[in-house]
């Protein structure tokens, strides 16, 4: 049973650059969110077999906005998911998987 239709399934395929396609596999696994069942899963009851719980266009809003809160601090930067220093990856990801993490509680608790 199929308790949410996934975006991925409602939505066209899109183009990601390289970049982008690491940035979202290493969010992925940053997030436990890999079909595989070797990794505990945040997958209870969206999906209906052991797939993803995000949708890739969901993984790059969530990469975008951390990008946006590095570029909204001093020293202001205009990065972008292709064209920030390798230095700072770490960084965006972990904002990433904050946002993530904050959608999802925001959608647990039925705020929205």
């Known amino acids: 049973m199929i308790v ?14 390289p970049t982008e396609k690491k940035l979202m596999h290493k ?8 079909p595989t069942k070797n990794l505990r899963s945040l ?3 969206v999906e209906s077999s052991h797939g993803e719980r995000w949708s890739d266009s969901q993984l790059i809003i969530y ?3 951390a990008i946006g809160d590095i570029n ?8 972008s998911l292709n064209n920030f ?8 990801v972990l904002g990433a998987t ?4 904050i959608s999802e509680a925001v959608l647990q608790v039925g705020w929205i």
Not at 4 to 17: N, Q, R, V
Not at 27 to 34: P, Q
Not at 98 to 101: E, G, N, Q, Y
Request: zero cysteines; glycine letters at 0%; proline letters at 6%.
């Open 63 to 65: 990469l975008e906005m």
């Open 72 to 79: 909204a601090e001093p020293p202001y930067t205009n990065f």
């Open 98 to 101: 904050v946002f993530a993490l």
């Open 27 to 34: 969010l992925r696994t940053m997030l436990k969110d890999l």
């Open 43 to 45: 997958n209870t009851l």
């Open 85 to 92: 220093p390798s230095a700072i990856e770490t960084t965006v």
């Open 4 to 17: 949410l239709e996934s975006i991925a399934d409602s939505m066209d395929e899109e183009t990601y650059t």
